[in-house]
């Protein structure tokens, strides 16, 4: 799994790729507090090489947890900023900082 920052002159957004390679799964979603942990607004494309890609802008200039839905598991990215505890969820999420 992999992150890809690249941040925009013009706009105060981040434009933001996650990678995940899991050629089993059928469907891949990102969800976090950047899209209200909606999987339809987080849906990753698959790649011919089984990879799942997506890209998102973000407002820039703060912290956001998230996690990945593959094929309904939810999954942390390794080469995330950090990690943060969410009651909520019982589990620790990724943290996305920005």
Same mark, same amino acid.
């Given at each position: 799994?992999? @992150?890809? /920052?690249? !941040?925009?002159?013009?706009?105060?957004?981040? /434009?933001?790729?996650?990678?995940?390679?899991? #050629?089993?799964?059928?469907?891949?979603?990102?969800?976090?507090?950047?899209?209200? *942990?909606?999987?339809?607004?987080?849906?990753?494309?698959?790649?011919?090489?089984?990879?799942?890609?997506?890209?998102?802008? @973000? #407002?820039?200039?703060?912290? !956001?947890?998230?996690?990945?839905? @593959?094929?309904?598991? !939810? @999954?942390?990215?390794?080469?995330?900023?950090? !990690?943060? *505890?969410?009651?909520?969820?019982?589990?620790?999420?990724?943290?996305?900082?920005?």
């Amino acid at each position: 799994m992999a @992150i890809t /920052k690249q !941040y925009l002159k013009t706009k105060p957004v981040c /434009k933001v790729t996650f990678v995940v390679p899991a #050629p089993e799964a059928s469907k891949v979603f990102v969800v976090g507090d950047f899209n209200n *942990w909606d999987s339809e607004k987080g849906a990753l494309r698959k790649l011919k090489n089984g990879t799942f890609k997506g890209a998102m802008d @973000i #407002p820039k200039e703060s912290s !956001y947890e998230f996690r990945y839905v @593959i094929d309904g598991n !939810y @999954i942390n990215e390794e080469q995330a900023d950090s !990690y943060r *505890w969410n009651d909520f969820a019982g589990a620790e999420n990724a943290v996305l900082e920005l």
